[in-house]
């Protein structure tokens, strides 16, 4: 098992990257950390303690984080409702601790080599680096969904959305030297869902809650983004972990915007070859099939069902 940190804002997607990383047996999660992004910090942290209790893992450690982004005021997401889990809408309690950095920083002295898994904007991580950059240091690697390489975005027209909320804290942690992959939207927007894949679950504890869930979202997508289907993005980088062989990837260069209002959050690479030197390795492509296949059939309960890989496919 993979020992992990996942960083997270709860968020549709990211119930049901939990719910995969939970039922796939393939990580140890040592904790979930939360952070305001696609929601409130309270809403964020009450969607992923409730996720936990859908999954009966209450015993995973739920740490709350940054409330804002480092320097500018928090632009919530609008495909996941007022409760960032409109269809559920939970009603449990938040019940925030504030501790994340703290949580992060401890978690990582007694497992080094450890990965960490980010869903949401990266201020959490940034604060990290900030406060213990040593510690900091001692990570395996950080996979984080966000990004546009080649792809229009899906904030504005450049940016996706986890880098756009917070660009400053983007900015320290592409810059901070650790070994970085990220799936960004070049690689989620093939991987699309129905409702028709979602029916599959039914006869399993998760099937309600997920057509719940998934109705709304699918609708709010259409309606804001112009896709009516249920887009993948943080269950794809957990999907990564689990199997590599059949993603694509490739090292670059890149830089964050931080700084211009028209290109807030893009993710600069450097697309010329003329650099010898990378600081990210991006997912550029992930097999469509055989993450629906997977997805499913982990959700459902069943064993992994094609031969685990550890390593990606380089383009």
């Known amino acids: 098992m993979i ?35 696609n929601s409130t910090i309270e809403n964020t942290t009450r969607n992923a303690r409730y996720i936990l209790k859908l999954l009966d893992r209450e015993d995973i450690p739920v740490y709350s984080g940054a409330l804002k982004p480092l320097k500018q005021e928090l632009i919530q997401a609008v495909v996941h409702g007022k409760s960032g889990l409109e269809g559920i809408d939970p009603k449990n309690e938040a019940l925030l601790t504030n501790n994340a950095v703290e949580k992060i920083i401890s978690i990582i002295k007694s497992n080094p080599d450890i990965t ?8 959490n991580i940034a604060q990290a680096i900030l406060q ?11 996979v984080s969904m966000g990004g546009a390489i080649k792809v229009p ?7 996706e959305f986890n880098i756009f909320v917070d660009p400053d804290a983007a900015d320290i942690v592409f810059n901070f030297p650790v070994k970085k992959t990220i799936i960004p939207l070049d690689a989620c927007n093939n991987v699309q869902l129905q409702i028709e894949d979602f029916e599959k679950l039914k006869g399993t504890d998760l099937y309600e809650p997920v057509i719940k869930m998934m109705k709304p979202y699918i609708k709010n997508i ?21 199997n590599t062989k059949v993603c694509v990837s490739k090292e670059y ?7 211009s209002d028209l290109t807030r959050g893009m993710t600069v690479a450097e697309l010329r070859n003329i650099t010898k030197k990378f600081n990210v390795r991006v997912v550029e492509k992930i097999d469509k099939e055989s993450f629906k296949k997977d997805f499913i059939q982990i959700l459902k309960g069943n064993m ?12």
């Open 132 to 142: 213990d950059p040593e510690t900091m240091k001692k990570v395996k690697q950080i």
């Open 253 to 259: 260069d890149i830089k964050i915007e931080t700084k």
């Open 304 to 315: 992994f069902s094609t031969k685990l890989s550890q390593t990606a496919g380089v383009k």
């Open 153 to 159: 975005g899906n904030k504005n027209r450049v940016a």
């Open 116 to 123: 960490i898994i980010t869903l949401g904007p990266l201020t």
């Open 3 to 37: 020992p992990v940190i996942i960083d997270t804002d709860p968020g549709h997607d990211d119930a049901l990257a939990i719910m995969l990383a939970v039922k796939s047996n393939f990580f140890d999660i040592k904790a979930i950390t939360t952070v305001a992004g």
């Open 222 to 242: 259409g309606e804001n983004e112009g896709v009516f289907a249920a887009l993948m993005y943080d269950p794809l980088t957990i999907y990564y972990l689990i």
